[in-house]
């Protein structure tokens, strides 16, 4: 058996939905920063309601 040094996370429709539809002006790096919290920051699987929480800080 192989243990992974880290825990896989999903992420659900809604969430994608609110991301795609977000205005980011910062350009890739503002998604990317977005995405690093929103993994750090949210449970097993990224929602609708932690893209609301943590996109607009």
Do not use: C, F
Not at 26 to 49: H, M, P, Y
């Amino acid at each position: 058996m192989r243990r992974l040094w880290y825990l896989e996370k999903g992420i659900d429709d809604g969430a994608i939905k609110l991301l795609q539809q977000h205005n980011w002006t910062g350009n890739i790096r503002e998604l990317r920063n977005v995405v690093e919290r929103l993994v750090i920051l949210s449970g097993k699987t990224i929602i609708a309601e932690d893209v609301k929480n943590y996109a607009n800080p």
